[in-house]
């Protein structure tokens, strides 16, 4: 097989996997608001105790020797998250591939833009906490929500040119690949040596088994479990352990769409043809289960697994991810809290640090001729979309949680995050919906 045939499969395999992301992702936002409001609502109820009961629920796996316990907070961020970091990394391969950041042209303006909209905020952040302890919350609000910012600009139909939703959807996953990076250098504790090796031998057995064709679902399952394991023992966050699983994927079918065809067609006359004996009968049960494998076998280990986990994470782990990190007891020194340093870094660095970092490294980028606006795409369109890559709401918590041990110092960046992100989405959908075409922009 050619190099150019191998890619021509993977591209057509993969690529029907963005339009099923990004319908999930414009839905799952809304979903995350609801159980954020019961979760704001429960905590601030004469409830509250009961709440604080749900995160410290028992969770206990035995399996052999292996005796794991956590709280109930502990395993879903430190455990489910790791299948949340799974498909955010299978969607970062993707679009490496065959997506929006497969070329240089295509990836060039929104690499610009995802970088220099982490750098704003942090700067943002500093300008308020550098010198102090505080300082190391720098990363909580570099990271886009990707899920809610393509969710508001669904709200605004189809007025949205197709430009401008590809550029957030790209700029976004880019900012999911640097915040992971950020959580891997930045906040990781002190390192168990061997167990990094061990960790490392394991991802390396993982891409031995991708290069050598292996396609079993239960052999990436087993090892990535394995990773997760080592990883968390490791001192590296273990969700890191789900972005290496991600890289370590096939991305290539095991048979192409044509030959699919060809041969299933086959199958499928075989078997609608009329039996007269128990041997006919028993060829009809084989090309049956001919055509189920070759359904599996015509789809890519990447599209499987995404497509597996996607409305698994959509809604449930992210919800439940929500549920158990939004509550936080709004009381009058918590609200004064929003104007001391961290509450100030936290909101400006995503209201302001973000848009002036996405829309001032965008309109130098296309003043100096490095790049180009995405077509039927103004300037001010581009404002309203940097505001939206305010909302970091997912990753803003993750990391907050790594980032603050003090439990005042949390709820006090829990809320801040809730307030940036919100004036985030208000104002950028605001500014879209005036500067958006009053029709939909034409297919011609």
């Known amino acids: 097989m050619t190099p150019a045939t191998r890619f021509q499969r993977i591209s057509t395999a993969v690529q029907s996997s963005f339009a099923e992301f990004v319908q999930r992702t414009t839905s799952t936002g809304i979903t995350i608001l609801v159980v954020t409001a019961i979760a704001l609502i429960w905590t601030n109820s004469p409830w509250h105790d009961s709440y604080e009961a749900f995160l410290h629920q028992p969770v206990k796996f035995v399996l052999g020797p292996l005796d794991l316990s956590f709280s109930l907070e502990h395993f879903v961020n430190d455990g489910l998250m790791v299948l949340f970091f799974l498909v955010v990394g299978l969607e970062i391969k993707r679009e490496l591939l065959v997506g929006e950041l497969s070329s240089r042209q295509k990836a060039l303006l929104p690499m610009i833009a995802a970088v220099f909209g982490m750098v704003g905020p942090a700067i943002t952040y500093l300008l308020f906490n550098a010198g102090t302890d505080a300082a190391r919350g720098w990363g909580v609000p570099v990271a886009t929500d990707i899920a809610f910012a393509l969710g508001v600009l669904a709200l605004l139909g189809n007025r949205v040119p197709t430009g401008l939703r590809v550029f957030l959807a790209a700029l976004a996953i880019v900012d999911d690949l640097l915040a992971v990076l950020v959580i891997a250098v930045f906040y990781t504790a002190a390192l168990n040596i061997p167990m990094l ?116 994470v959509s809604f449930g782990i992210m919800p439940l991810f929500a549920l158990v990190n939004a509550g936080v007891v709004i009381s009058p020194s918590m609200i004064a809290g929003l104007t001391s340093p961290i509450g100030l870094g936290i909101a400006l660095g995503l209201f302001l640090g973000k848009q002036v970092g996405i829309t001032a490294s965008v309109w130098a980028s296309v003043r100096l001729g490095i790049t180009r606006l995405p077509s039927g795409v103004t300037m001010a369109q581009m404002y309203g979309v940097s505001l939206l890559c305010g909302i970091g709401f997912t990753m803003a918590l993750f990391v907050a949680h790594l980032a603050f041990i003090s439990p005042e110092h949390l709820d006090m960046a829990k809320l801040s995050i809730l307030v940036g992100s919100a004036l985030s989405a208000v104002t950028g959908a605001i500014i879209l919906k005036r500067q958006l075409p009053h029709q939909a922009p034409s297919k011609a």
């Not at 041997?279 to 280990?301: F, S």
Request: with cysteine.
């Open 197 to 312: 090796l061990l960790a490392l031998a394991i991802v390396v057995v993982l891409y031995g088994g991708n290069r050598l064709g292996i396609h079993s679902l239960w052999f990436y399952g087993v090892l990535g479990f394995a990773l997760w394991l080592v990883v968390l023992a490791s001192g590296i966050h273990a969700t890191i352990a789900g972005v290496a699983l991600a890289m370590c994927i096939p991305a290539h079918s095991r048979i192409d769409r044509i030959s699919f065809f060809t041969r299933s067609r086959d199958l499928i006359e075989q078997i609608s043809r009329r039996t007269e004996t128990d041997e006919d009968e028993g060829k009809q049960l084989d090309a049956v289960h001919a055509l189920e494998e070759m359904c599996e076998h015509v789809q890519t280990p990447l599209h499987r697994i995404e497509h597996g986990l996607g409305k698994v």
